[in-house]
Structures are given as C-alpha cells and as structure tokens.
C-alpha cells in the first residue's frame, strides 16, 4: 500500500536484480523530489513527499515502521549490490522522517543499527566499508545518534 503494487512484487522477488530495482525506484522517487529541495521548506518537502510514495495517503508515523521494517529485511539480505542500494535508501529516506518519534521506530532503528554493525565484521571489504560509513552518517541523524554510543 506504501509503494504499490509494483513495487511491492519487485521487493519481494526472488531475483535480486528485480529487488534491486524495487529498491532503486524508490530512491528515484524520493531523489526526483530533492533536486529542489533547498528552495521548499522542510514541511513543503514531507507534504510532496507523501504524495509521490504514499499512495494511501498514511501519515508519515503511520508509514515510518513499514519503511523500517522493509530496510531491516533488505539489509539481511545477502547480496552485496542490494546491501549497498538499502544503504543509499536509508540515506534518502531518515532525513524525511527525521521528526516522527516513537517507542516502535526506535526499536526498529536499533535492530537496523544492529545490522549494519554486525556488516562491519563481514569478510568483504566493500560491506565493512560501506557499513563503517553508514554508521558514521546515522551518528549525525537526529533521530539515531546517540543511539550508537550506546
């Protein structure tokens, strides 16, 4: 219902090309809404933002733990090129919903930081780098940074 029905098959594909490609057509969205983004306010920014990737129109706390729960299972994932999308993904993606708070979300941010550290003792350099890098660019999101000091 978040992406529709699209999208959604693409996510749950057993190709990982296909889910890739699910993963990059939300990014597509959400990038094509940031190209003007230093000229719409924060609050311009989240109200087009539901528009294009809300279909149902479900506030952005309503949507928040569903996205969260996508990125969690992509980041399980075991192929590297998805790995590496899901990373780009959260990084459009935390900045919109950087003001939604709950007790849920932040469960949900921790198991996703879980993984993502967990990554940074994978054997291929690629996932180690790419996963120390993330964690450094979460430690500056509001929503997450203190949360990795533990």
Not at 34 to 62: D, W
Request: aromatic content about 6%.
């Amino acid at each position: 219902d978040l992406f529709g029905l699209e999208i959604v098959q693409c996510l749950m594909s057993r190709s990982w090309s296909c889910r890739e490609s699910g993963v990059l057509s939300i990014i597509e969205n959400i990038s094509d809404l940031e190209v003007g983004s230093r000229s719409v306010s924060r609050r311009g920014l989240k109200e087009r933002t539901k528009s294009v990737i809300n279909i149902k129109k479900m506030a952005l706390s309503q949507s928040y733990p569903i996205v969260l729960a996508l990125i969690h299972d992509l980041l399980r994932d075991p192929v590297l090129k998805l790995y590496l999308v899901t990373l780009q993904l959260m990084q459009h993606i935390l900045p919109i919903y950087a003001d939604v708070k709950s007790d849920d979300t932040s469960k949900s941010l921790c198991r996703i930081v879980a993984t993502i550290f967990r990554k940074t003792g994978d054997s291929k350099l690629k996932t180690r780098d790419a996963s120390s890098n993330m964690l450094l660019f979460l430690s500056h999101q509001s929503q997450i940074g203190a949360m990795i000091i533990f």
